[in-house]
């Protein structure tokens, strides 16, 4: 890692889990400090979904990512970084991590085309063209003013064959060595992203050519993409190690509580995924005792609190019949309630297994799989 790195980034390891690969570490930013293993909110177009920066704050957020391609399209990064950057612009003191556009191109659209320049594509939101390249990616993540940077990769689809994911990774790699040449911001820290599919030796393959690129921190990326759990859980087991012990570690995408309790114990230390907010949003909540879908006709009269366990705005002020109400009435304050709740729950979910490996502790309890799968409506 290069002195300007060191200067701003530092991530330190304060204590090492006796019974696992688990790590509490402290990653320092620019905009603050971060106890990991953290899970970071997603915000896709400069907001968490239904929340406010103070929302989030309370439901104790450390850190929310950005994304470069939908904030590229709109309003323009460009306009963001005329109106004082990401942070200032979404009035988010803390830190954010930007990701570098790639999962997107290839997931929002179904007209792309692949060069060694990059990505054409077409505007999911009007049909422009655009083409997004390693130095494109750079130049809006840079101009978004992020902590934390992505390299441009292609996650390749968990049905690709070896050829193509051969090819692929090796595409990843050239677009990575083009991110870190054209990246000019020491205020940032870039991190570099794992490939190589559903296969180990093509995972060990890309770990090597990326971390010769000496970066300072590693994603695991092109998991989470259709394959099996079983599958992901073993492809990540097999990749975490790979990837510098002394070095924050991040697994794109993932996922579950369940998941995050297994990944921190294998060695990674940040997670994001959009379950929390998209499942508030469905009426899917999360609860000490499992999950609960709010909309089910038992809640209609039910004068509790969401989880008992939890002393987040929404279970201190609100029954269950009250965001029942509010869901099946399709009231904008049922998504702002069950959204906060559900990052809350993440939060303290996070909180717990911190506080596991600090004591040294064996992680050895689960979230509920009771998933409520008959809804008896009115």
Request: net charge negative; glycine share 6%.
């Amino acid at each position: 890692m290069n002195s300007s790195h060191r200067a701003v980034f530092k991530f330190e390891i304060t204590h090492q889990h006796s019974h696992s690969r688990a790590r509490l570490g402290v990653l320092t930013t620019p905009h603050g400090t971060i106890d990991t293993p953290v899970f970071m909110p997603v915000g896709t177009q400069a907001t968490v979904k239904a929340l406010s920066p103070e929302d989030l704050e309370d439901c104790g957020a450390q850190i929310i990512l950005g994304n470069t391609y939908h904030l590229y399209l709109r309003p323009g990064h460009e306009v963001i970084q005329k109106l004082g950057g990401l942070h200032r612009f979404m009035n988010w003191s803390h830190p954010i991590l930007t990701d570098s556009g790639g999962f997107q191109v290839f997931s929002l659209n179904n007209l792309t085309k692949i060069s060694d320049e990059g990505v054409a594509f077409q505007s999911h939101i009007d049909g422009s063209s655009h083409l997004l390249s390693p130095e494109k990616s750079m130049e809006i993540q840079m101009a978004l003013g992020a902590d934390i940077i992505m390299t441009f990769d292609e996650p390749t689809p968990h049905d690709a064959d070896r050829a193509y994911t051969q090819k692929s990774l090796e595409l990843s790699t050239r677009w990575a060595k083009r991110c870190r040449e054209a990246h000019r911001q020491d205020h940032q820290q870039l991190f570099g992203i794992v490939q190589g599919g559903m296969f180990k030796d093509l995972r060990e393959e890309s770990a090597k050519q990326i971390l010769d690129l000496d970066l300072p921190g590693y994603a695991i990326g092109g998991l989470s993409v259709g394959e099996e759990k079983s599958q992901m859980l073993d492809l990540a087991a097999h990749t975490a190690p790979l990837l510098p012990n002394d070095l924050p570690r991040y697994l794109m995408g993932v996922g579950t509580p369940n998941d995050l309790l297994q990944c921190a114990q294998m060695g990674i230390d940040m997670f994001d995924c959009v379950m929390p907010t998209r499942n508030a949003r469905n009426g899917s909540l999360f609860t000490s005792e499992g999950k609960i879908n709010i909309k089910n006709s038992k809640y209609k009269t039910e004068d509790l609190p969401l989880d008992p366990q939890c002393a987040c705005y929404t279970c201190r002020n609100y029954s269950r019949a009250y965001l029942r109400h509010l869901f099946v009435a399709d009231e904008i304050l049922a998504m702002r309630l069950n959204s906060l709740h559900n990052i809350a729950f993440f939060q303290t979910w996070m909180t717990g297994l911190r506080r596991a490996i600090q004591r040294d502790q064996p992680i050895d309890w689960s979230f509920p799989e009771n998933n409520e799968e008959t809804l008896n409506e009115d």
